[in-house]
């Protein structure tokens, strides 16, 4: 039977709709097994009664590998934290003492060890016989004007204190006079020690024993004076000096140059020493030439209460105040003053 030709394209036209009914068929059915699976909780992106997740509030979250690795619990984390802490030991800083940050005038004793007043230039037994303890003071300082040798003190300086040749007084304005007289050069003397020498040594270690607060002069004499910081022979102009470096410099380069000749003044060179008004004087000769009673008295009267402390540098042993004998000059200008004698054999140098 013949067919129309208006009858193909109804054919054509039935089959797509079946094919497209089936498409959306299988898609649909593909789309509610997908729907079912996303639900369940087992795929992860539903809840556990089923419904699907509130897809707004997911995020991308990205970790790294390494951190991942050794992430911990954190029971683990707050137990290792706590083991940590318990090994560290409190950095605890010891106790400052302040005293250790005084500075060393604070922490240094005032009472410095120092040289014996008595030189190297002495023999060892004149230096033993003025260590000698004394039985009457057991053991204090004596200082009287005596012929006797008083023992020798070698304990630190007190405060205002000064020393010569074993002799030691308080006062702050201290005058060392020396005879520098031709028989002071022990030319007559067979010891290789001369007397001028052993007192220029002593003079030098009294005067490093100042202290600050002292102020000092050294005169030298035989016929005419000659004062530290002044010609000879002029008795003008002449002061007191503070201790400081470069006076103490300029005193020993002055006695460094000191040689003895020529004769003897007593008189002249201590009323210049008097006439700078010290508390004490420390008065050195050999006693060759002697000094009136009027003149011991003149001094007497001028001292007004300065302390003249005498050493003798003799020959041979003491004689002069001991026994029968009569005090000479010397022993007697210390009494009158409060001073202290003390006497030297210049053959034992």
């Known amino acids: 039977m013949a067919t129309s030709p208006f009858e193909k394209p109804e054919q054509h036209g039935r089959t797509l709709l079946k094919s497209w009914s089936s498409s959306v068929l299988f898609h649909a059915m593909i789309f ?17 009664d089923g419904s699907l997740l509130n897809f707004n509030k997911v995020g991308l979250e990205i970790k790294s590998p390494q951190t991942d690795q050794f992430e911990a619990r954190p029971d683990e984390t707050v137990a290792e934290t706590s083991t940590s802490e318990a090994n560290v030991q409190p950095n ?13 005038e604070l922490t240094t004793s005032p009472l410095k060890k120092q040289d014996p007043v008595l030189g190297t230039g002495l023999p060892s037994s004149i230096d033993s016989a003025l260590n000698r303890p004394s039985a009457s003071s ?31 007084s308080q006062g702050e304005k201290v005058v060392f006079l020396l005879d ?33 607060s002292h102020q000092f002069q050294v005169i030298f004499y035989h016929e005419t004076t000659w004062a530290l910081g002044s010609r000879e022979d002029v008795s003008t102009g002449i002061k007191l000096l503070p201790v400081s470096e470069l006076n103490l410099n300029l005193a020993h ?28 004087v420390y008065f050195l000769t050999d006693a060759d030439t002697k000094l009136s009673s009027n ?55």
């Open 32 to 48: 509610l097994g997908l729907l079912y699976w996303f639900g369940s909780p087992e795929s992860g992106l539903g809840n556990r």
């Open 92 to 104: 605890v800083q010891p106790e400052e003492n302040p005293f250790e940050r005084l500075p060393s």
């Open 138 to 168: 057991e053991g204090s300082l004596v200082q009287e004007a005596s012929g006797d040798l008083p023992p020798q003190a070698t304990a630190p300086l007190g405060i205002g204190e000064s020393a010569f040749l074993g002799i030691r």
């Open 180 to 212: 520098r007289s031709s028989s002071m050069s022990g030319t007559y003397l067979d010891s290789k020690v001369k007397p001028l020498s052993v007192a220029k040594s002593e003079l030098k270690r009294s005067l490093n024993a100042l202290s600050a």
């Open 253 to 280: 380069n002055f006695v460094a140059q000191i040689r003895a000749d020529r004769g003897t003044d007593h008189l002249k060179a201590l009323e210049l020493a008097l006439s700078l008004h010290p508390d004490v």
């Open 295 to 349: 003149e011991l008295r003149r001094l007497k009267r001028m001292s007004q209460g300065t302390i003249i402390n005498c050493i003798e540098f003799g020959k041979g042993i003491q004689i002069a105040g001991t026994g029968a004998h009569e005090r000479n000059f010397l022993q007697r200008l210390a009494a009158d003053t409060g001073g202290t004698y003390r006497y030297f054999d210049i053959t034992r140098f």
